[in-house]
């Protein structure tokens, strides 16, 4: 018998950690497989080297586990990237470079990652002069080109293109503590946005915990080898970028354009499918959703710093925008195949996934209250992961 189900495909999304793709498809369930395509994730902005996640799909029947998620990892493909006057890069697999601290941990985890290298020809010869359109390095990268990639994996090819649009500043960015919180010190980042006053505007929110303060109590059943009745407190940072809970791509601001006002965002999460040993990091009692301004829980003594955060505010094309639009109604329906139907909007000819430009902005925050920032941050390769 064969029944409509939406075929859920695992990849690998950065700065978001894992998300999910749809696909209507006519599945036989008196069969265990079903056709293996390509997943390609990949990113360019300026200033910054290009870089591309690679997976295949598993069949609908398979499960789940540690080792067919890392069997899902393409590490041979042969990634270009071309701009529109024919300058082209290629991006080199992560196991095929030197050791360089972060990179390290991100090819244990995930050795479908490329990356535009060497390293040598990104570095700014000047620092001190540091431009975002310059620099802080020299990529193929340009703000208001088009770019194509192409990816070779056995006898597939496959195309995506997109857009870096201009930048657009942030007016200025603050904290603020939410009243409705089920912990106190827990709120989110407001920013005062002034939208231009074209049409297709579309902004993408994520944020990166560099410096965190975990704390959990644990009660009457905690796991095992941890002492009943415990407090546990312990300084952590986020592994990836996450995009901003609900809303983490906004276009013109839906009615808003050309307009100034306030807004705010509040925290996504990292999936636990990401790696097991950053589960310190994801589980966090009654925490999800809010940054942190200091101690949360009563009862302990420990110092709580508040939240160090880098928040990356990008401008993206319209199509860029369609697929995390359509991600995030993807992920509030949490997954559930009988609910209703959602089109992925992927750009990846032959395969599926996203290639998207960002002409993205960065700044570094502290989850204090009475701070306001204005100044954009320039952070190293390493911080944009």
């Known amino acids: 018998m064969k029944l409509p189900i939406y075929l859920i495909l695992i990849t690998t999304l950065l700065s978001s950690c894992e998300k999910f793709f749809e696909f209507e498809q006519e599945v036989d369930f008196g069969q265990k497989n079903t056709e293996e395509k390509y997943v390609i994730q990949s990113v ?26 890392e069997n899902m990892f393409i590490t041979d493909a042969k990634i270009t990237i071309t701009d ?33 290298w060497p390293i040598s020809n990104l570095i700014s010869i000047d620092e001190s002069e540091i431009n975002f359109n310059n620099g802080p390095y020299n990529t193929i ?11 070779i994996i056995n006898q597939d090819t496959l195309f995506g293109r997109t857009i870096i649009p201009h930048e657009h500043l942030i007016d200025s960015l603050w904290f ?21 006053d074209t049409m297709g505007n579309t902004i993408m929110i994520e944020h990166k915990r560099l410096a965190h303060t975990k704390e959990v ?58 790696n097991s040993s950053f589960d310190e990091v994801i589980f966090e009692q009654e925490e999800n959703g809010y940054f942190k301004s200091g101690q949360s829980i009563k009862g302990h003594k ?15 094309d319209y199509n860029s925008y369609l697929f995390w639009r359509s991600v995030d109604f993807q992920a509030s329906s949490n997954g559930n195949p009988f609910a209703e139907p959602i089109n992925i909007q992927s750009n990846i000819e032959n395969g599926y996934g996203v290639f998207y430009g960002q002409a993205a902005v960065y700044y570094k925050l502290i989850a204090k209250e009475d701070t306001t920032y204005f100044e954009r941050y320039f952070p190293g390769i390493t911080e944009i992961l």
């Open 44 to 69: 360019i902005q300026t200033g910054y080297p290009a870089y591309a996640f690679v997976t295949k799909s598993e069949p609908y029947f398979s499960a789940v586990s540690p080792n067919n998620l």
């Open 217 to 274: 109590f644990w009660g009457d059943n905690p796991p095992e080898g941890t002492e009943p009745n415990t407090y546990y407190v312990k300084q952590v940072q986020d592994p990836l970028f996450a995009k901003a809970l609900w809303g983490s791509v906004r276009n013109d601001f839906e009615g808003l354009n050309g307009t100034s006002f306030d807004t705010y965002f509040q925290r996504g999460t990292i999936s636990p499918l990401i």
């Open 84 to 116: 529109s006057e024919g300058q082209s890069v290629e991006l080199v697999n992560i196991n095929e470079i030197p050791s360089f601290g972060t990179l390290d941990s991100i090819a244990q985890i995930f050795p479908g990652f490329y990356i535009e």
């Open 302 to 316: 420990i110092n709580v710093y508040p939240d160090t955060v880098l928040v990356r505010l990008s401008q993206i």
């Open 176 to 196: 603020e503590i939410d009243e409705f919180a089920p912990r106190e010190n827990l709120g989110n980042f407001w920013f005062h946005y002034s939208d231009p």
């Open 141 to 151: 990268a340009r703000n208001g080109k088009e770019f194509q990639l192409s990816a």
